[in-house]
């Protein structure tokens, strides 16, 4: 099993080329099975996650070619299996995307339940509840989410939908069903993180009608086919915002091309009031730190919240730099029940953490020093990336499959900024 082994104490200086949105090139993916005809998408980062949703969809029936500049062809033309196997699943939660669409253009499909993950029990229940309001009768199976229309429908109807929490893929799902369903549909508390108005907008291309996107308003008027689009995913905010941690941490100077710093205004506000200098541009983001950390950077509270609140996905990196800041710090995870597992191997470097119900409380130390540490979900491992950054001697970060899910080559960029980073056996 693959492993990085970090090499502490170097400051990071340069310029890293920020992929293309996890978030954002999931659910787009799963959009192209809206139509018969081919759809291209641009800028498609390089990660097992889309690795694992192209088999998932390739699996379906659907022509998929990926070319090395992250350009991906897709052909839903020929989708004769509406089905998302356990096996497939099990290993990426965002194939629950894949029921909107199928629902949406086929009348029926099969897809397993996702499970429960490292960070909470994730349940599905308001996408069921919202696509059951648009007239799909849904029967949970053996495992599956085995979904048909009810009534003798031959296209979903259009909705009011006001969901208990605000949810990203929840709303991705409505988004992908309502464009071709029969009449309106309004969606109440829908999410607002940047990948929704980015899959509205390719959406939009395909020929759906949608307006409020980017608000917790969207009103969909659907349509009775749509056609094929090309679309450029959005830039990765959690890639940069990660990135910006990186480089607060270490001390250097980061030019960050292509990063949308009006994605990341939460994160930028509290690192500037950390005290790195972050400017940014129509071109990307700069990040300026000096080291040592705990002389430099003042540790903060934080809260995470939805869009445009502080995003839970970059509360584990945060962290690292409270815990190398001076001062105490409370961290409040609101979204995810369990993502403080990152907190024991933080500790096991060296940090000052203790964790009170959804409270991680931090007094920042002068070093850490590396250890073997164990990755336990996507954004952990990058927490425990930037520890080993920052800590003196070797850290070595094991079952970083987790980090490959969700970052592209992140060693490789790492590296080129002058990190001392490898992927060993
Ligand atoms: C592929 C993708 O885009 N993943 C992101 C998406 O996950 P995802 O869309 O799965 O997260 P949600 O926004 O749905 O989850 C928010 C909260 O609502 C709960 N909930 C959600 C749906 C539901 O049917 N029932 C329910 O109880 C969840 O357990 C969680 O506590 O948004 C999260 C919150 O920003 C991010 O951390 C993930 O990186
Ligand atoms: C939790 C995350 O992703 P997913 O929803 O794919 O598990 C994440 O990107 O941090």
């Known amino acids: 099993m693959d492993k990085l082994l970090v090499r502490g104490g170097r400051t990071l200086n340069g310029e890293v080329l920020i992929s293309g949105a996890k978030n954002a090139a999931l659910p787009e993916l799963c959009a192209a099975l809206l139509t018969d005809q081919p759809v291209t998408l641009h800028n498609v980062p390089q990660l097992q996650d889309v690795a694992t949703m192209l088999k998932l969809i390739r699996n379906m029936g659907v022509t998929a070619e990926r070319a090395d500049d992250g350009t991906v062809s897709l052909d839903a033309g020929g989708l004769n299996n509406p089905e998302a196997p356990y096996e497939l699943v099990k290993t990426m939660r965002a194939s629950v995307l894949a029921l909107g669409p199928l629902l949406a253009r086929f009348g029926h499909a099969k897809v397993s339940l996702p499970g429960g993950c490292a960070i909470g029990s994730r349940p599905v229940d308001q996408h069921l509840k919202g696509l059951q309001a648009m007239g799909a009768e849904i029967d949970v199976d053996h495992g599956y989410m085995v979904a048909k229309l009810g009534g003798g429908r031959t296209r979903l109807k259009g909705a ?140 903060q509270n934080f809260r995470t919240t939805e869009y445009p609140g502080f995003p839970t996905d970059m509360q584990a990196q945060f962290m690292v730099l409270n815990a190398i800041a001076k001062g105490a710090s409370k961290v409040t995870e609101t979204i995810f029940e369990n993502r403080f597992m990152h907190v024991n191997e933080l500790v096991r470097l060296g940090a000052h953490i203790q964790i009170d119900g959804k409270v991680a409380v931090l007094e920042g130390v002068q070093k850490l020093s590396g250890a073997t540490v164990m990755a336990t979900d996507l954004r952990a491992s990058a927490s425990l990336v930037i520890a080993g950054l920052v800590a003196d001697g070797e850290t070595l970060v094991d079952r970083i499959y987790h980090l490959d899910r969700g970052y592209d080559k992140m060693e490789a960029k790492l590296r080129a900024i002058g990190a001392d980073i490898e992927r060993v056996k």
């Not at 949608?210 to 009775?224: C, K, L, M, Y």
Request: glycine content about 10%; proline content about 2%.
């Open 160 to 299: 009011r939908i006001a969901t208990d929490m605000v949810t990203v893929t929840g709303t991705e799902n409505f988004l992908m069903a309502a464009a071709l369903a029969e009449g309106e549909t309004m969606l109440e508390n829908a999410a607002q993180e940047p990948e929704i108005p980015d899959l509205a907008e390719m959406l939009i291309a395909m020929g759906a009608k949608i307006e409020g996107h980017g608000t917790s308003r969207i009103h969909i008027q659907g349509v009775e086919r749509l056609h094929g689009c090309t679309h450029k995913v959005v830039a990765d905010r959690i890639e940069a915002g990660t990135f910006l941690c990186a480089v607060a941490a270490t001390g250097g100077d980061v030019f960050l091309r292509h990063a949308r710093a009006d994605h990341l205004d939460a994160v930028i506000d509290k690192l500037r009031d950390a005290g790195a200098i972050v400017t940014a541009n129509e071109d990307g983001i700069r990040i300026q730190g000096t080291a040592p950390a705990y002389e430099h950077l003042k540790a």
